[in-house]
């Protein structure tokens, strides 16, 4: 079959892109040859995630390195960057947990330069792939994968784990559950389960007025701000109707 651009919208919308005409122009960009163009619409109508076919996101106003079996940034994440950024002090310690691909510590790091900025993931996919974005990334289970010279330092903490209650992740699209790792979709059964452990370890870790930032549904909000008033931390609720994004803030005493 012909691989030339209207083609190429015809066949991504037949199988459902939405934005058919924006990446059927993306991946006749990234492609080299009629051949290379073929296999790409191919597998992206066979639908593999169009972020990894290219080889990049776009999060933020930057290009994203993203690998095959990584979690790709969504695009409301990139309203807890806008609010971390303006809770943030002067020359702050930045820590992306849960960093995937560590989207949200090269974004917030593009709009204000981290005295140290350091990142970490449980997942060995992920570490390779953030290694690509950031200086710094550590590798294992939240908190414990970070040195200990980090404990008491952390002024801005992203944490953008997962929060799809387990019984809703098959709902999901099949270009992220069949493709991205389930340990960056599944929260457990109310979609809470790693916010409880990222609000309990976080006052360890926090500088003094330092804030943790998690996104949540607009339903799990206000449970998730009772997580965190319960671990000893004054909870917030940010919301961005344009881009249907809640985070939930909580930050320790000075």
Known sequence: MPVDGPT????????????????????????TTADELESLVARRVAGLPLEHLLGWAEFHGLR?????????PR??????????????PPDPV?????????????????AIPPRELHAADVEPAAVACARLNLPLVHQGDLYDALPASLRGRVDVLLA???????????TMPPEARLYEPMVALDGGADGLDLARRVAAGAPQWLAPGGTVLVESSERQAPVL?????????????????DLGAT?????AQS
């Open 8 to 31: 190429v919208i015809s066949r991504l919308r037949a199988a459902g892109c939405v934005f058919a005409e924006d990446e059927a122009a993306l991946l006749v960009e990234a492609a």
């Open 64 to 72: 994203i390195a993203v690998r095959p079996g990584v979690f790709v």
């Open 75 to 88: 695009q409301r994440t990139g309203f807890l960057v806008d609010v971390a950024v303006s809770l943030a």
């Open 94 to 110: 930045v820590l992306d947990l849960c960093c995937g691909s560590g989207a949200l510590g090269a974004a917030f790091a593009a």
């Open 160 to 170: 953008n784990v997962p929060y799809v209650p387990s019984d809703a992740v098959a």
């Open 225 to 241: 701000a009772g997580i965190f008033a319960a671990a000893g931390l004054k909870p917030d609720v940010h919301e961005s109707a």
């Open 247 to 251: 985070v939930v803030t909580g930050t």
